[in-house]
T-cell receptor, first 110, second 113 residues
Framework: GENVEQHPSTLSVQEGDSAVIKCTYS??????FPWYKQELGKGPQLIID?????GEKKDQRIAVTLNKTAKHFSLHITETQPEDSAVYFC?????????FGTGTRLQVFP | NAGVTQTPKFRILKIGQSMTLQCTQD?????MYWYRQDPGMGLKLIYY???????DKGEVPNGYNVSRSTTEDFPLRLELAAPSQTSVYFC????????????FGPGTRLTVL
């Protein structure tokens, strides 16, 4: 079955800097890669996803890149702001479910 | 459209007690999921359902039971609560499969003493 690894587990950046979170997956047939953001005390919420027919997708300050050959995908946040502080999860599809990475706690310091 | 709702928000149980965590969605989603999240940790799948009358085990099903009699509701039953079940429980739903957005509820924070 699918296995997803996520790094780093924690990330601290200065406000205005960029942040990058990386995930690798094991099943070369996987073709959907979402990213979820979990704010303190709330459930995770989808922020961006990418399907395997594209290599990059952007939505304002966030972008996701996909390298199917290397089987890894990354979340890029530019011009970080304090409200970006949260836990971020990557995921890949399993049978009838999502396989989540272990999460990255991002802290943005003013 | 309320999305995914969970009750209760908080609960304290004594060891050996039982309870049911409620989850309801109003989006007519076929797939529903129960996760637990221990402090500072990731999401672990407990049970899931691909439609009314169908349930399946996730990676950590021991100590839990589920039922899915309607499309809207997916209750999680804890029998004989143990301290190891202290966690935050999230219910989620999606229209189909692992290839669509999962919508999460606000969570139930459970403490077993």
């Amino acid at each position: 079955g699918e296995n997803v690894e996520q790094h780093p587990s924690t990330l601290s950046v200065q406000e205005g800097d960029s942040a990058v979170i990386k995930c690798t997956y094991s099943d070369s047939a996987s073709n959907y890669f979402p990213w979820y953001k979990q704010e303190l005390g709330k459930g995770p919420q989808l922020i961006i996803d990418i399907r395997s027919n594209v290599g990059e997708k952007k939505d304002q300050r966030i972008a996701v890149t996909l390298n199917k050959t290397a089987k890894h995908f990354s979340l890029h946040i530019t011009e970080t702001q304090p409200e970006d502080s949260a836990v971020y999860f990557c995921a890949a599809p399993g049978t009838d479910k999502l396989i989540f990475g272990t999460g990255t706690r991002l802290q943005v310091f003013p | 459209n309320a999305g995914v709702t969970q009750t209760p928000k908080f609960r304290i149980l004594k060891i050996g007690q039982s309870m049911t965590l409620q989850c309801t969605q109003d989006m007519n989603h076929n797939y529903m999921y129960w996760y637990r999240q221990d402090p500072g940790m990731g999401l672990k799948l407990i049970y899931y359902s691909v439609g009314a009358g169908i349930t399946d085990k996730g990676e950590v099903p021991n100590g839990y039971n589920v039922s899915r009699s309607t499309t809207e509701d997916f209750p999680l039953r804890l029998e004989l609560a143990a301290p190891s079940q202290t966690s935050v429980y999230f219910c989620a739903s999606c229209i189909t499969s692992g290839y669509n957005e999962q919508f999460f509820g606000p969570g139930t924070r459970l403490t077993v003493l």
